[in-house]
């Protein structure tokens, strides 16, 4: 019995790449303009890294305004080394379907290149070998495994579903993280004076990450480090404050430039890492109120910000500097001036 398309998606996704190959060409040979088999077959041939064999057969329906043929082009274009073209296609697939498998992604990888935000969570760890970790934001525990021993760990989140042990010591409150401040001794339950690297990836509104990093702060010492999820907005649909897609930011880039603007003595930049950026902020002091004291007022103001058009400028407001671990490190050491350190254009 002859096997469908659909068989045959299957049989690549398990890895069978010729197999599900002879099934896309035996529907071509009885239907030669089959936009989905030759949209797949194209997809096969990116995954054997053959871009350009990708591009012909994609060249056959290239009127389909289909968002799998956009897709995959920006993929072959990718894997050529234009990122521009591919940026453009990509940016095309999703604005006919926003919801496509590897769509944003692929866009985050081609405007923010480099190491994914846990490959550069694993260099926070491994550098400087925090005594405490604290995690807002635990859910599957994807980054808070990346904590090694003797690290001692407190995650917050008020549904943490871990599918793994952690590999030291890991303490897990099914908490808001407002209700874990107002409730917790957080110097008992991380066994040690000060927090000496957070990570914020919870509530993705600007005004609870806000609210967050005002706690954290009140217990940072001289050498502490926040690090902030989803600071770089890729776009206006999967930045804004309500979700509307599955690859989803929400608002949580406001807070760069909110402690550009309210707190300059911090040390405040963004890692160029995909999928959306990885804020890093240094200089804290426990004894600072000025976030709390203007609360309402940063609200009333960011509130209604919008997303920067200009991608120059969106690059400047969240002080987005290159997805390299040296240049990560000389910015945490004040040994790059922030201008010298700025993300080049793409």
Request: a negative charge; proline letters at 5%.
């Amino acid at each position: 019995m002859a096997q469908s398309l659909d068989d045959a998606v299957a049989l690549a996704q398990a890895g069978r790449l010729t197999e599900a190959e002879q099934i896309f060409r035996d529907a071509l040979r009885s239907d030669p303009t089959n936009a989905r088999a030759l949209c797949l077959l194209a997809s096969a041939a990116n995954s054997r890294k053959a871009h350009r064999e990708a591009l012909d057969l994609l060249a056959r329906i290239a009127g389909s305004g289909l968002a799998p043929v956009h897709l995959e082009k920006a993929i072959a274009h990718f894997g050529l080394g234009a990122p521009e073209i591919a940026l453009r296609e990509a940016r095309q697939a999703v604005a006919i379907s926003p919801n496509i498998d590897r769509g944003y992604r692929l866009i985050s990888s081609i405007l923010l290149p480099g190491e994914f935000y846990y490959d550069m969570l694993k260099r926070f760890h491994a550098r400087f070998k925090p005594r405490s970790y604290f995690e807002i934001g635990v859910y599957k525990g994807a980054s808070i495994l990346l904590a090694n021993p003797p690290t001692i760990v407190v995650g917050v989140d008020p549904e943490p579903r871990l599918l793994e042990a952690p590999k030291t010591i890991c303490k897990i409150f099914p908490l808001r993280s407002d209700d874990y401040f107002a409730s917790r001794d957080v110097r008992q339950d991380l066994e040690t004076d000060a927090i000496d690297l957070a990570f914020i990836d919870g509530l993705h509104t600007f005004d609870q990450v806000l609210r967050d990093f005002i706690n954290v702060e009140k217990f940072a010492g001289e050498d502490t480090i926040v690090l902030i999820h989803d600071c770089f907005a890729i776009d206006d649909l999967t930045a804004d404050r309500v979700r509307k897609t599955l690859f989803w930011t929400g608002d949580t880039w406001k807070i760069i430039p909110i402690l550009r603007e309210f707190r300059r003595d911090l040390n405040v930049f963004t890692i160029a890492a995909p999928g959306s950026g990885l804020g890093v902020v240094s200089g804290l002091d426990p004894r600072s109120t000025v976030l709390a004291d203007s609360f309402d007022q940063i609200v009333a103001r960011y509130g209604s910000m919008t997303v920067e058009p200009d991608y120059a400028r969106r690059r400047e407001q969240a002080a987005l500097v290159a997805n390299d671990w040296t240049t990560v490190e000389a910015r945490l050491t004040g040994k790059a001036a922030a201008d010298s350190a700025m993300m080049p254009a793409l």
